[in-house]
């Protein structure tokens, strides 16, 4: 597509449940993070895959938060047990050099989780 | 690691007057800098960024930054702004060496009044 496409925009979720957010990067972009954007707060770094892989997943706040981006595009932030603190703007973004060489990156509109 | 500063949150002002947003970094190694805008309900969107050669940088719509390596700051300016500009900007810095992540500040909301 012409830009970062994030599913969904919009997810009200309870307390306890699972939760996936989707993103589809930038035809042919190899690098691709996750940031997470809390109410009055820059982005903050979650996850970044080069390809298929994982290379830094330093950011993850904890063991209920796991992405996948099986086939080298698109990826899944998966949320477990979902507590109020994930209420959140999840921000993707990818990048087409491989090594996330400058750091320039290109941002979707985010989705915004609500945990009630 | 690194740290971002964004000592305005926010920032009013009037239209056609000049704006300057502040941005302070601290890092052990040498850094890229970036300035990211955000629109209501719109994604991240480069501004402009520093890499290497010049220190005074131009962007979009009518932005500028000078890095200032001794006082590790990279400010924003625009010397008239419009009403459109009203967003929230965010600075950011990469660690040259591996350039794997953006760090931001915690974002300065620029208000363009009539």
């Known amino acids: 597509g012409a830009g970062v496409s994030q599913t969904p925009s919009n997810k009200v979720t309870e307390k306890g449940k699972y939760v996936e957010l989707r993103c589809d990067p930038i035809s042919g972009h190899t690098a691709l993070y996750w940031y997470r954007q809390s109410l009055g707060q820059g982005p903050e770094f979650l996850i970044y895959f080069q390809g298929t892989g994982a290379a830094d997943d330093s950011g993850l706040p904890n063991d209920r938060f796991f992405a996948v981006r099986p086939e080298g595009s698109v990826s899944t932030l998966k949320i477990q047990r979902t507590e109020r603190g994930d209420s959140a703007v999840y921000l993707c973004?990818?990048?087409?050099?491989?090594?996330?060489?400058?750091?320039?990156?290109?941002f979707g509109e985010g989705s915004r989780l609500t945990v009630l | 690691a690194q740290s971002v500063t964004q000592l305005d949150s926010q920032v009013p002002v009037f239209e056609e007057a000049p704006v300057e947003l502040r941005c302070n970094y601290s890092?052990?190694?040498?850094?890229?800098l970036f300035w990211y805008v955000q629109y209501t309900n719109q994604g991240l969107q480069l501004l402009l960024k520093?890499?290497?050669?010049?220190?005074l940088v131009k962007g979009i719509n009518g932005f500028e930054a000078e890095f200032n390596k001794s006082q590790t700051s990279f400010h924003l300016r625009k010397p008239s702004v419009h009403i459109s500009d009203t967003a929230e900007y965010f600075c950011?810095?990469?660690?040259?060496?591996?350039?794997?992540?953006?760090?931001f500040g915690s974002g300065t909301q620029l208000t363009v009044l009539p």
């Open positions: 973004a990818s990048s087409p050099q491989k090594r996330g060489s400058t750091g320039e990156l290109f």
């Open positions: 950011a810095v990469s660690d040259r060496g591996s350039a794997r992540q953006l760090t």
């Open positions: 890092s052990s190694v040498s850094v890229y």
């Open positions: 520093y890499l290497s050669g010049s220190t």
